[in-house]
């Protein structure tokens, strides 16, 4: 959830607690205050009616001079020393607002006994109902009306505030999505009226400035360290190449040279593929043109010929001849060269297959071989390697790299003893 939409939630469930916290308090203390101006209403009648009895008004012409309900009963002692209040219910007359017969509604009421005359009444005082028995509840409902009305007036103005204040920190955001170290990309920000986001696109100006500058020499030392590799190797090589040529050498001299011949070309082919890896991280690569998968598949093939005729390799094609693809040609020879290599070493030691198949949507190479044995799910990982293989672990991580600068999906699989590299190339 984006933290502009958090804090509207927050300020307003907050806002929403504070306004029926209140709206309740509210309600409590009207409703107390009403029953308090009941209580001392009733008091001051019950006095009156003492009053009146006492100047020898009869009961009968007593309750034609009150306002209020009141209700006389003759008894023969009095059992109420103290009077106390009570809440009755009352019915009143069907009218406007009742149609359907008679309301009933809670009504306050004060009880007490008097004695006028060596006659005893217990007398009961109900006042009449003038609406402020529903005054609570209008407060309720006035208070829940005005708080979902105030959440949403801040929902709304907190909306708008927020994004006006956090439009600075969503440029920020928009600037860094597109910042690409490889092309050497600028951060520029407006300066912003909010002292917090400026110094933040300070810190970040400062920062990437700095990543730039740690990128570029790194990027140098790493080409220069594999371009100036590239001649003593060679030397070595071609110095290990005469030596293996002098027939003065013993069994155990000409061993040690083979292993050292071969650990060069171990490292020769480890120089080639970080330089290309580099390359491709930095996006160096020319821009993409129409090129015909089935005449780049069989000139590759053509290369490896000889290494699928010593392993006796069976190669079944199915290809469609008719489709192109825009890619860099040279990152096509090495995306085929690389699976094409893959097969050819991970296959069967002899009488292996290796099965190629392309369509307009995919490529599909197949080989061979033996049941994996690790994750599969790291084979795409530069230096991973299967066992104590002899692969320097860097050929898939190549492909994958191609792949993803072209948007190929590519997945592999192990069915029925085939390895299966797939490559979606259906390109929007």
């Known amino acids: 959830m984006k933290l502009l939409y958090k804090n509207i939630i927050i300020n307003s469930l907050a806002s929403l607690l504070i306004i029926c916290f209140g709206g309740i308090i509210t309600y409590f203390f009207i409703v107390n205050k009403i029953k308090q101006e009941s209580y001392e209403h009733l008091t001051s009648e019950r006095i009156s009616v003492e009053e009146k009895l006492k100047k020898g008004l009869s009961p009968n012409e007593l309750q034609n001079n009150i306002g209020d309900e009141i209700i006389i009963k003759e008894i023969s002692a009095p059992s109420n020393k103290k009077p106390f209040f009570t809440t009755v219910a ?159 050498l013993s069994p155990q001299q000409a061993k040690m040279l083979m292993e050292a011949s071969y650990a060069v070309n171990n490292l020769v082919n480890l120089n080639k593929g970080l330089i290309i890896l580099t390359k491709l991280d930095n996006n160096q690569i020319d821009a993409p043109v129409d090129v015909n998968i089935s005449k780049k598949i069989y000139s590759r093939l053509n290369l490896f010929e000889d290494f699928i005729q010593e392993k006796d390799i069976d190669v079944n094609l199915k290809i469609d001849d008719s489709v192109v693809v825009k890619i860099d040609p040279v990152l096509a020879g090495i995306l085929f060269d690389n699976l094409i290599k893959n097969a050819i070493k991970h296959n069967l030691p002899n009488g292996g297959k290796i099965n190629i198949e392309v369509t307009k949507e995919l490529i599909k190479i197949a080989n061979t071989g033996a049941q994996p044995k690790v994750n599969t799910d790291k084979f795409f990982e530069r230096f991973y390697k299967e066992g104590s293989t002899e692969s320097l672990g860097l050929g898939l991580a190549i492909v994958k790299k191609i792949c993803d600068i072209y948007h190929f999906n590519i997945l592999y699989s192990h069915k029925d003893g085939l390895h299966t590299i797939t490559l979606n190339i259906k390109q929007v």
């Open 90 to 248: 009352k019915e009143e007359e069907a009218n406007e607002d009742y149609e359907e017969g008679e309301a009933e509604f809670e009504a306050q009421a004060i009880v007490f006994d008097y004695s006028v005359n060596n006659k005893y009444y217990n007398i009961t005082i109900i006042k009449s109902y003038d609406n402020d028995e529903a005054l609570g509840e209008n407060i309720l409902n006035a208070v829940m009306i005005s708080a979902i009305l105030m959440v949403l007036a801040i929902v709304f103005i907190n909306t708008f505030i927020y994004r006006k204040i956090w439009a600075p920190f969503y440029f920020t955001l928009k600037v860094l999505k597109h910042f690409t170290i490889s092309r050497r990309d600028t951060l520029t920000f407006p300066k912003a009226k909010t002292a917090e986001f400026e110094q933040l696109n300070n810190a970040i100006t400062l920062m990437a400035e700095k990543i730039s500058h740690d990128y570029l020499s790194l990027k140098e030392f790493t080409e220069n360290a594999s371009h100036e590799i590239q001649t003593p190797l060679a030397v070595i090589n071609s110095k290990i190449e005469m030596c293996l040529q002098d027939t003065q």
